[in-house]
């Protein structure tokens, strides 16, 4: 069998620029603009994370502040790095009471790999924040505010709890309407592929 040396370099130098195209994409979101293909992601979905919807193209997150505990300012960008869980919640919020568990037990398993950020949207005062979060034995997550609702607003979250996976570039990729079981075995696997998408 004989094998065209040219041919042979042309193809592995058009490969090769086809993976420079897709790396410099990856690492900057101004150079995204075609879809991402989640296919393999979304086989993972099971249970709960059937709910999870990968957005047919990255698109930015709020750039707007929320509220720290400590009573300083913070953003989103703030996160860039790992991929986030971010999930917008309230006391008040039923579903997020069953909810907040499985994001702390996230946070312990994957801590080390991904962020999860939580941020109570509208009026949810200090102590009972502290108060919902040590009632559900969740007391380790941020308690970051939103109290004006404006990021929920800028990321057009229209109920609770609402949670957006951005990736390494704070890009928002997906999101989950309702609750979920944030450390279901499906949840696991998909936030540790997203994480470290070797």
Not at 14 to 20: E, K, R, S, W
């Amino acid at each position: 069998m004989k094998f065209n040396r040219s041919a042979l370099v042309y193809t592995a130098l058009v490969v090769g620029a086809i993976a420079a195209i897709g790396f410099v994409a990856l690492k900057n979101p101004a150079a995204r603009s075609a879809p991402v293909d989640y296919s393999a992601l979304e086989a993972l979905r099971e249970d709960d994370m059937r709910k999870l919807v990968f957005a047919p193209a990255p698109k930015e997150a709020s750039a707007l502040p929320f509220t720290k505990k400590d009573g300083g300012s913070g953003t989103l960008a703030d996160y860039r790095g790992k991929v986030t869980v971010l999930n917008f919640w309230a006391t008040w919020c039923a579903p997020c009471r069953e909810e907040m568990p499985s994001l702390a037990k996230l946070q312990r398993e994957l801590g080390d790999k991904i962020h999860v950020v939580t941020l109570a949207t509208g009026r949810n005062a200090p102590p009972a924040i502290d108060k919902f979060l040590a009632e559900v034995g969740a007391d380790s997550l941020p308690r970051h505010r939103d109290p004006k609702s404006a990021i929920a607003r800028d990321m057009a979250v229209l109920g609770l709890p609402i949670t957006v996976i951005l990736d390494a570039q704070g890009m928002e990729i997906a999101r989950l309407t309702g609750d979920a079981d944030w450390a279901s075995p499906s949840a696991i696997a998909i936030l540790s592929a997203l994480a470290d998408p070797a």
